[in-house]
């Protein structure tokens, strides 16, 4: 299955702070670093700390919900 459509929000939204809800279930916060045509990667905020960088493949992302800055 081709998953353009999420890349290109990916795209649009890169740098900027999401929440990203993915089939299984997890919900993560962060602010979207790379997007590629396989997978998106966010830097997570944790407290204290630069923060971690996950990947999420395109395949699972259930929804994208962007996020007020500030």
């Known amino acids: 299955m081709n998953y353009q459509h999420i890349e290109n929000l990916l795209i649009r939204f890169r740098g900027q702070s999401v929440t990203i809800k993915t089939v299984s279930g997890g919900v ?40 007020a800055n500030g």
Do not use: C, M
């Open 28 to 67: 993560y916060e962060g602010s979207i670093t790379d997007v590629t045509n396989d997978y998106v990667s966010l830097k997570v905020k944790t407290a204290g700390a630069d923060g971690d960088l996950i990947i999420i493949l395109l395949h699972s992302i259930e929804s994208v919900l962007p996020r």
